[in-house]
Structure formats: structure tokens, C-alpha cells
């Protein structure tokens, strides 16, 4: 390496590190130093003379120093500064002229003329080619917004890459075609894949939220589910209340039929004859009553298709389609959910139905617990008049 390039190394690096905005945080010493490397890189194909190499490394590490100044016309202000520079180390004017050309190659809208303008161009944008471009981008990305110079959104930022990887930028040097080329079409191919992942996200995100707009609202569904829930509890409860008194008086008139009536041939124990057949009376009624509450309703099971266009049958209900065939009920429900409104209307139908069941059901369970009570009360009542007017006790008078 030339003493001037040695010279121009330490000055930049020291430049960069204290004078740049740190806001610079993709034009800065590590951009540089990574133009340098890959300018060597292409330096130690062609072989150039020992002239071209070094005015080449001059120009890849001063292109970027004038951003030390602003933004604006770095390109100009890092020739100015690489001019002083290299004026104060009496290096060949003519050598500065070529410098300064070279560096004004690095604008995107210039395109090179010869080799050694390829050479610094190809360096320059050479981390399209490498694994550190998704770094290298989102530096680039942070620094515009940063500066205030530009504020991409993710999307925004890829279709901008995208397009410089297609229309914009090409290699000009046959090395870097060569060797750089399949790199940059691999994180072209990985930038297509991310937008084409994105579109079926948002084609998701798009179906879910029609989806979403054309479903129940949430509290909707909230208060289908929880009424149909507590009917079902209800019905429940209803059954086993009547279980419970069929099991009870069940009891009751096994005993009364093992004990009280084998003694009722006794003349002494006539007086008992009425108040049994009280007890009995009353929990056979219980009994009958406890079966009505439970005993299910008989239905057609089976509904026709104008029914179901005229929406006048509840799908949801097995006892209207249980005598149905299977195809006739796929074709119903199909209908079924196309329509919104016949969906809430079932459900509602649904609601309504169980509400007139558990009316029927508590209504009866209701009047067979006060026939139960009742018949309690008179049947211990009557016993004991029995015994204390007609009992054994009286029959000796």
C-alpha cells in the first residue's frame, strides 16, 4: 500500500469517527471500509497499474467523507475535502482531477464511461450482492428517517428496494457479473418472497375481517350461548326434581304395599283402611304428575323445503328432522347458513321452544309438589285421627 493511501486511510477513518453526524448510521467509517474492501477485491482481478489501483483506493475512501458537511452534495463536498486533502500532500493535480471524477461516478444518476469508473461503482453498491444487505438496508432505511429526509413503511421500503434491484441498478464491471450477480438475484428472490408472504397475510387478514363483519357480534353470540345454556341447566334441574319424586313416592308406596296392607285384613286395624288409601292416592298422583313433567313430546320429524324457504322450520331441533334423510338435512343446513337472519331466527325459535318446555315442566313439577306436600299433611292427619277416634284403644269401649 502507497504512503498516500496510508496517510488517506488514517485521516478518513479519524474524520468519520469525530466529525459525522451519528445519525449517519449506514454512511459512516464501516460503509467505507466495506467499499474499500470490495474495490481491493476487484483490484486484485483486473491488476491494474500501480497508479489506477491507488488513485481507486483514494476515490472509495473519500466518496463518502463529504457527508461529514450534510446530506446535500456529499458527492461534491467529499471532493473538496479529498482536493485539500491531497493538495496539502503535493499529490499530482492531475491524479486529484481523477479522483474527484471517480467519486462523482458513485451518483446513482451518473453511469460509468470506462473500467476504473465501473471498478468504484460496482464497490460501492456491492453489498447488494452480499448476506449484510438486510444489515446494510436497514441502516440505510434508519439514516433517511433520521435525517428527515425520508419515512418508509416496511412495505414501502421492500417495493423501493424491489425496484432498484430491477430497473435501477446493474453491474458494470465483468467480475461483479460474474461473481456478484447470483447474490444480488438471491436477496431479489428473498424481497419477492416477503411481499408475495404478504399478500397472503393480508388476503387473510382481509378475509378474516369480512368474516368478521359479516358474523355475530360478540356480545350476540355471548347471549345465545349463555341463554341456551341456562335453559339447558334448567331443563336439567326440572328432570331431576321430578326423579327425585318419583323415587320418593315410589318408595313410599313400596313400603305402604309390603307393611300396612297385609294387616289391613285385621279387624283391628280397619280403623287404617282410609288414611293408607290417602297416602296411596296421593303419591300415585305425585307419580303420574313427576312422568307428565318428563315425558317428551311426540314430533313429525320431517319439515319440507318450503318450509325451510319459508324459514317456518328450526333446524336446530332434532325432533323436526329425525325422520329426515341425510342429504335433506345437508341441503337444509346449507340454506341455513347462507342466511344470517334465518340463522338468529332459529336460534331464537330455539329459545322460545325450550322456554315453553321448561314453563310446562316447572309448572307441572310446581303443582306436583303441592299435591305431594298436601297429600303429606292429610295422610298424617288422617292417621292420626284414626288412631285417636278409631284406633284399637276405642274398640274395647
Given at each position: 500500500?502507497?504512503?498516500?493511501?496510508e496517510k488517506t486511510?488514517r485521516f478518513?477513518?479519524?474524520?468519520?469517527t469525530?466529525?459525522?453526524?451519528s445519525?449517519?448510521?449506514?454512511h459512516?467509517?464501516?460503509?467505507?471500509?466495506?467499499?474499500?474492501?470490495?474495490?481491493?477485491e476487484?483490484?486484485?482481478?483486473?491488476k491494474?497499474?500501480?497508479?489506477?489501483?491507488?488513485?481507486?483506493?483514494l476515490?472509495?475512501?473519500?466518496?463518502?467523507?463529504?457527508?461529514?458537511?450534510?446530506w446535500?452534495?456529499?458527492?461534491?463536498?467529499?471532493?473538496?475535502i479529498?482536493?485539500?486533502?491531497?493538495s496539502?500532500?503535493?499529490y499530482?493535480p492531475?491524479?486529484?482531477?481523477q479522483v474527484?471524477?471517480?467519486?462523482?461516478?458513485?451518483?446513482?444518476?451518473?453511469?460509468p464511461?470506462?473500467?476504473m469508473?465501473?471498478?468504484?461503482?460496482?464497490?460501492?453498491?456491492?453489498?447488494?450482492?452480499k448476506?449484510?444487505?438486510?444489515e446494510?438496508?436497514d441502516?440505510?432505511k434508519?439514516?433517511?428517517?433520521e435525517l428527515g429526509?425520508a419515512?418508509?413503511s416496511?412495505?414501502?421500503?421492500r417495493?423501493?428496494?424491489?425496484?432498484m434491484?430491477?430497473t435501477?441498478?446493474n453491474?458494470?464491471?465483468d467480475y461483479?457479473?460474474?461473481?456478484?450477480e447470483?447474490g444480488?438475484q438471491?436477496?431479489?428472490?428473498?424481497?419477492?418472497?416477503?411481499?408475495?408472504?404478504e399478500k397472503k397475510?393480508?388476503?387473510?387478514?382481509?378475509?378474516?375481517a369480512?368474516?368478521?363483519?359479516?358474523?355475530p357480534?360478540?356480545s350476540?353470540?355471548t347471549l345465545?350461548?349463555?341463554?341456551?345454556?341456562?335453559h339447558?341447566?334448567?331443563?336439567?334441574?326440572a328432570?331431576?326434581?321430578?326423579?327425585?319424586?318419583?323415587?320418593v313416592?315410589?318408595i313410599?308406596?313400596?313400603?305402604v304395599?309390603a307393611?300396612?296392607l297385609?294387616?289391613?285384613?285385621?279387624?283391628?286395624?280397619?280403623?287404617?283402611?282410609?288414611p293408607?288409601f290417602?297416602?296411596?292416592?296421593f303419591?300415585?298422583?305425585s307419580?303420574?304428575?313427576s312422568?307428565?313433567?318428563?315425558?317428551?313430546?311426540i314430533?313429525s320429524?320431517?319439515f319440507?323445503k318450503?318450509?325451510?324457504?319459508?324459514?317456518?322450520?328450526?333446524?336446530?331441533f332434532?325432533?323436526n328432522?329425525?325422520?329426515?334423510?341425510?342429504?335433506e338435512?345437508?341441503?337444509?343446513?346449507q340454506e341455513?347458513v347462507k342466511?344470517?337472519?334465518?340463522?338468529?331466527?332459529?336460534?331464537?325459535?330455539?329459545?322460545?321452544?325450550l322456554?315453553?318446555?321448561?314453563?310446562r315442566?316447572?309448572?307441572?313439577?310446581r303443582i306436583t309438589?303441592?299435591i305431594?306436600?298436601?297429600?303429606?299433611i292429610i295422610?298424617?292427619?288422617?292417621?292420626?285421627i284414626?288412631?285417636r277416634?278409631?284406633?284399637p284403644d276405642?274398640?274395647?269401649?
Open positions: 500500500m502507497s504512503e498516500i493511501v486511510e478518513v477513518s479519524e474524520l468519520l469525530e466529525k459525522l453526524d445519525r449517519f448510521v449506514y459512516n467509517l464501516r460503509h467505507t471500509q466495506r467499499v474499500v474492501k470490495s474495490t481491493k476487484l483490484l486484485n482481478y483486473y491494474l497499474e500501480g497508479v489506477e489501483n491507488e488513485r481507486l483506493l476515490a472509495a475512501w473519500f466518496h463518502d467523507v463529504g457527508h461529514t458537511k450534510g446535500e452534495h456529499h458527492e461534491e463536498n467529499s471532493c473538496e479529498a482536493r485539500d486533502f491531497l496539502k500532500n503535493d499530482d492531475e491524479g486529484i482531477e474527484c471524477s471517480l467519486i462523482m461516478v458513485t451518483k446513482m444518476c451518473n453511469e464511461t470506462n473500467l469508473e465501473g471498478i468504484i461503482r460496482d464497490a460501492d453498491i456491492s453489498h447488494f450482492a448476506k449484510s444487505y438486510w446494510t438496508t441502516f440505510l434508519e439514516e433517511l428517517r429526509i419515512d418508509y416496511a412495505k414501502e421500503w417495493d423501493k428496494n424491489i425496484k434491484f430491477r435501477k441498478h453491474f458494470f464491471t461483479a457479473k460474474e461473481n456478484w447470483e444480488k438471491q436477496n431479489l428472490k428473498k424481497l419477492l418472497k416477503e411481499k408475495k408472504e397475510i393480508a388476503k387473510k387478514e382481509a378475509l378474516k369480512k368474516y368478521k363483519s359479516e358474523s357480534d360478540r350476540v353470540q345465545y350461548r349463555v341463554t341456551l345454556r341456562n339447558l341447566k334448567l331443563s336439567d334441574i328432570d331431576t326434581k321430578a326423579n327425585i319424586l318419583l323415587s313416592n315410589a313410599i308406596i313400596s313400603l304395599l307393611n300396612l297385609t294387616k289391613l285384613d285385621n279387624p283391628s286395624n280397619t280403623y287404617m283402611i282410609y293408607t290417602i297416602l296411596i292416592m303419591s300415585v298422583v307419580m303420574v304428575l312422568v307428565l313433567a318428563t315425558r317428551p313430546n314430533t320429524g320431517k319440507t318450503e318450509d325451510v324457504e319459508k324459514k317456518r322450520v328450526n333446524l336446530l332434532f325432533g328432522f329425525h325422520k329426515m334423510e341425510l342429504e338435512y345437508e341441503w337444509a343446513l341455513l342466511d344470517k337472519d334465518y340463522v338468529y331466527s332459529s336460534l331464537t325459535k330455539d329459545l322460545y321452544y322456554g315453553i318446555v321448561l314453563n315442566k316447572y309448572k307441572i313439577l309438589y303441592n305431594f306436600m298436601i297429600g303429606m295422610s298424617v292427619i288422617s292417621f292420626g284414626a288412631f277416634f278409631f284406633g276405642r274398640l274395647m269401649f
